[in-house]
């Protein structure tokens, strides 16, 4: 009560001494003497306004004291009811003239009333423990009767005053008044729904009643109180709702005579779930309103969470399912939150409700047209799949059985044997039948049927595919549409497509439950859209409907995955995804595309790969050296550790070491290297040689410098067992920039460098590098770049002139042939 | 000596095409930097008793100078008309198949011989397989290290090679690299 009786001191005007009182200081006196302009304002006061503000002391005073005399006539009031409660044999309940019950109770928790009244200040705590709840609506009782009383003789006091006398200060006295009330109001009806939740959870069998007040008391104008009564029902509930579902009493049970127990059963349950239902009613109603957007979502994915078996969960579902790509951060991830404990958590619902939600899901994308937050997908990324439902049981099945039959002959043989130990044995039986039975029962009633959940487990799994097979189509659609029609409509609130990451993701980590025919229209799709964009790098606007060089990869990956999970005794070479990501090596930039997603890549589908293509590996090398020149560390390094892992696969593509061009009879019918090729079967990459690899052994970088030159050398030190303990994933993730202090990571090196002990000295050396060595390495590496982008100038322009003199010649030659014909 | 008249490249090319699908272009395209033109000239396809020949330019200028009657061979064979009137691809077409091949297949090293004797390639003896070979499509027969061996007709998908028993064809064998020995005397 603290709290409030402060706020009640009203500030009183301040009061004036008596003008006789006033001696003016010296130095005033002269300030004012020589500023006549600042003494102005006291010209223009208007001495009555104050007068009437401040003139009336006597009465301020009175006023004051009938406040303080009207706040204290209820305080001891209560104090003395307090007192009177204690009384423990008081337990009925007392119905007022307005037809409220009034509890009579100890109130032994008023020591907590001053402490806690400050929390309770605090609006909507989101995670207070109930206890801290449960200590508020205790002391919230006692207030609220007091406020009853209070309501009803403010009023009259305020007409009274305004009969009194209409004068402003009046009004002012009114309004202070009402602001007085209505928090008071406030806190009665705060403390009158601590006292009914606490009421409720002590006995709800009994006090059951109480949860239609507690809805009446949601209705308020009030927000905080409505909010605050959302969540407090949200506890009860969440508490006293049984652990199985209510079935309402059909007209013929209902006729039927029951026992006095049963009636109470009953009328519990339906009291409970009609409340339950208007509540539900109630947060749907309130969640138009923007204000209570947030609480009524909490409500309900809390509700969700804790009792998914209860009636009504399938609204309940509906509605977090609406939710889940709802704009506003909060509400999105409370949605996601409580669908994925859905899905994890099946037991407490028996696998139904992930059926369900997955369909909802599944057609709320198809409603919106795919047109939602990743999120909401990526939530399938929890369902889990068991692979062994139902094969367990007809193992146990099988075993049973032979049990069986071994019982009944052991018994056909204990009968012909001892007939004098007959009853015994049958006794035995029928115990061991008795727990068999029981077993049984009981795996029954614990897990529900095998077969059941394999079912529903189809039925998730095929809404799942359903769906991420609607946004690959999807997504072709709009890709196919924007190529033909270049029309540049506007992207939707999340991107183009914002459910092809998430859908990839998920393909790629279900991929062992798709069915083997799907698998051929899968690796279409993704073959489609891999290749997407290579047809619109010829316009020059750029496409933004088109996917990006990240998603492409993606799509890339998870066929491999696809592959490689299910088609893993075939080794089926992917050709079009080789060519697809040879390409998209060259589309990279490193701002724009994720560098971790190329590392993947790289890792997958170059170096696991067992066995590569000739052609094809040399074409890589020779791409992914190129591609080691023009990117940051990590790129690089992780480029520089595949090409590494390809030229030890391939003995035969360590030809590009040589120092002469042209690989013989290896080189295949394209004798000069094609650079853009699209093909690396064509690029001819035998023709040419790694000459970015001496450039690369002058980076900056030490551990690029070193790896560099370990490559390098690959073919003239031929024992050497290279251990290569990285990807290009983990070495991209080491050398990221993020990572970047310049000192170079050994860790992952070690292996390498140590072997090369010199190697190690020099990396040594560089990583204790000052600026001006850095400055000068920079500058040489750069000028070499110079260097060798002149010398392609002069070669090119020397092509040129050459060309056209031979064009001229050729021009010269036509013309005496002309001539001679003619 | 003469160019294929219409009828005779769109089945020539319709051969080549289930090989190399559309790297049909770069065999078309191919520069050949034969002959002492500084310029690189095209390869063209020729037809010369019943067989057709894949030559650069500046060889059939050359090839000009001798008679019809007495020009046994030029450029590259690729293939023959039977006397039904079919074109039939022959195992020198190989090495140009094998440069642009759009579908392929790599033998294990133990069914290699088996294949060089004329074999059907079997599911046992693959060691590997592009995806998204349909039944019908010209397959290039390779060994494990890239050695081309032949060339066939895919008798099954590569879906559908995961459910087939070893002993399935997979590939239909049309040409491999033992006639060279085996038909010594027909190839040419």
Redesign the interface.
């Known amino acids: 009560m603290g709290k409030s009786r402060r706020k009640q001191k009203v500030i009183p005007p301040p009061q004036l001494p008596p003008d006789e009182d006033i001696e003016f200081s010296d130095e005033d006196v002269k300030y004012f003497k020589n500023n006549k302009d600042g003494a102005k304002f006291i010209a223009g006061i208007d001495t009555g306004a104050i007068n009437r503000q401040c003139g009336g002391e006597v009465k301020t005073v009175e006023d004051k004291y009938l406040e303080e005399r009207l706040k204290k006539r209820p305080r001891e009031e209560n104090e003395k009811r307090s007192e009177m409660e204690v009384d423990p044999v008081d337990v009925l309940p007392i119905k007022n003239l307005d037809g409220s019950l009034h509890y009579r109770r100890a109130t032994k928790k008023s020591k907590f009333a001053e402490v806690d009244i400050d929390e309770a200040e605090v609006d909507v705590p989101e995670d207070e423990h109930i206890l801290n709840k449960s200590q508020r609506r205790e002391k919230a009782k006692k207030s609220k009767k007091e406020a009853k009383k209070h309501e009803k003789k403010l009023p009259e006091e305020i007409l009274e005053d305004e009969e009194e006398e209409e004068t402003p200060r009046a009004a002012v006295l009114a309004e202070v008044k009402e602001e007085l009330s209505s928090e008071e109001r406030f806190e009665s009806k705060k403390n009158r729904l601590a006292e009914l939740g606490t009421e409720l959870l002590a006995d709800p069998e009994a006090n059951i009643k109480f949860l239609k007040e507690m809805l009446d008391l949601t209705r308020d104008e009030n927000t905080k109180i409505v909010k605050l009564g959302l969540l407090s029902l949200l506890a009860v509930f969440g508490d006293i709702i049984p652990g199985y579902r209510i079935r309402l009493p059909t007209d013929k049970e209902l006729e039927m005579k029951v026992s006095k127990e049963v009636k109470k059963t009953r009328f519990y349950e339906s009291t409970l779930l009609k409340a339950y239902e208007a509540y539900l009613k109630k947060l749907v109603i309130l969640e138009r309103q923007s204000e209570y957007n947030q609480v009524t979502t909490r409500c309900m994915c809390t509700l969700l969470d804790a009792v998914p078996h209860f009636n009504y969960r399938d609204s309940l579902l509906s509605f977090v399912v609406e939710k889940i790509s709802s704009p506003d951060e909060v509400i999105r991830r409370l949605c996601c939150h409580t669908i994925r404990s859905l899905f994890s958590n099946e037991e407490k619902h028996g696998g139904e409700l992930t059926v369900e939600a997955v369909r909802l899901i599944a057609e709320h994308v198809k409603s919106y047209n795919c047109q939602l937050h990743p999120n909401s997908i990526e939530v399938f990324m929890s369902i889990r799949f068991d692979e062994d439902l139902g094969k367990r049981n007809n193992e146990d099945k099988n075993l049973k059985k032979s049990k069986k039959n071994n019982k009944k002959s052991i018994q056909e043989e204990q009968n012909q044997v001892q007939e004098n130990e007959r009853k015994k044995s049958k006794q035995e039986m029928m115990s061991k039948i008795k727990d068999e039975v029981n077993a049984d029962y009981k795996r029954e009633t614990y897990e529900p049927d095998a077969m059941e959940r394999r079912k529903m487990q189809t039925a998730t799994l095929s809404r799942v595919f359903e769906t991420y097979f609607r946004i690959l189509k999807n997504t072709m659609y709009s890709i196919s549409e924007s190529s033909e029609a270049d029309t540049t409509s506007n992207p939707g609130a999340f991107g183009y497509h914002p459910l092809l990451a998430p859908c990839l993701d998920g393909l790629a980590k279900f991929t062992q439950q798709l069915d083997?025919?799907y698998?051929?229209d899968l690796?279409?799709y993704l073959?489609k859209l891999a290749s997407s964009s290579s047809v619109s790098t010829n316009l020059k606007q750029k496409n933004s409907k088109l996917l990006t060089v990240s998603e492409r990869l993606r799509c890339c990956l998870v066929a491999f995955k696809v592959?490689r999970s299910n088609?893993n005794?075939?080794?089926?070479?992917?050709?079009?995804f080789f060519v697809q990501l040879y390409n998209l090596i060259l589309e990279y930039r490193p701002g724009r595309d994720s560098g971790i997603v190329l590392a993947e890549s790289l890792k997958i589908m170059l170096c696991d790969d067992r066995?590569q293509?000739?052609?094809k590996a040399a074409a890589f090398v020779k791409r992914l050296a190129t591609f080691a020149l023009c990117f940051g560390c990590a790129e690089s390094m992780s480029a520089l550790v595949t090409l590494k892992i390809l030229l030890q696969r391939n003995v035969k593509c360590r030809n590009l070491l040589e120092n002469d061009a042209g690989g013989g009879s290896v080189s295949?019918?394209?004798?000069k290297y094609q650079p853009y090729a699209t093909?690396p079967?064509?690029s001819g990459a035998f023709a040419t040689v790694l000459w970015e690899l001496s450039l690369l052994t002058k980076h900056y970088h030490p551990a690029i410098s070193t790896l560099a030159a370990t490559v390098s050398n690959m073919n003239t030190s031929q024992n050497q067992t290279f251990l290569s303990a990285v990807t290009p994933q983990q070495a991209f993730a080491d050398y990221s920039l993020e990572k970047e202090s310049f000192e170079p990571k050994k860790e992952s090196w070690k292996l390498n460098v140590k072997r090369k002990r010199e190697r190690s000295e020099d990396a040594k050396n560089v990583a204790e590098i000052d600026m001006v060595e850095l400055n000068n390495k920079l500058k040489e590496s750069f000028t070499i770049f110079r260097g060798k982008k002149e010398e392609e100038r002069v070669r090119m322009d020397l092509q040129l002139k050459k060309k056209q003199s031979?064009n001229v010649v050729k021009k010269k030659l036509k013309n005496l042939k002309s001539k001679k014909k003619i | 000596m003469r160019p294929l008249d219409e009828k005779e490249t769109t089945v020539v090319f319709e051969k080549i095409f289930k090989f190399v699908g559309n790297n049909l272009k770069n065999i078309v395209e191919n520069p050949s930097n034969e002959g002492p033109e500084s310029e690189p000239s095209r390869y063209c396809f020729r037809l010369q008793k019943n067989r057709v020949y894949y030559v650069s330019e500046s060889l059939v200028k050359r090839a000009t100078n001798i008679s019809r009657k007495n020009l046994m061979s030029l450029g590259t064979c690729i293939g023959k008309y039977t006397h039904a009137g079919s074109f039939h691809l022959t195992i020198m077409s190989l090495n140009l198949l094998a440069a642009n091949a759009k579908h392929k297949v790599w033998l294990k090293p133990t069914s290699e011989m088996s294949f060089l004797y004329g074999n059907h390639v079997l599911k046992g003896g693959l060691g590997r397989i592009t995806d998204s070979i349909v039944p019908g499509d010209g397959v290039v027969v390779f060994s494990m290290s890239d050695v081309p061996l032949g060339f066939g007709i895919a008798a099954k998908s590569t879906q559908d090679c995961r459910k087939l028993d070893p002993n399935g064809i997979v590939v239909l064998h049309q040409g491999d690299i033992g006639e060279y020995l085996r038909d010594e005397d027909e190839l040419f």
């Open positions: 083997l025919d698998i051929g690796m279409n073959k592959m088609l005794a075939l080794n089926v070479d992917l050709q079009d066995h293509d000739m052609q295949g019918s394209i004798s093909d079967n064509l031979n």
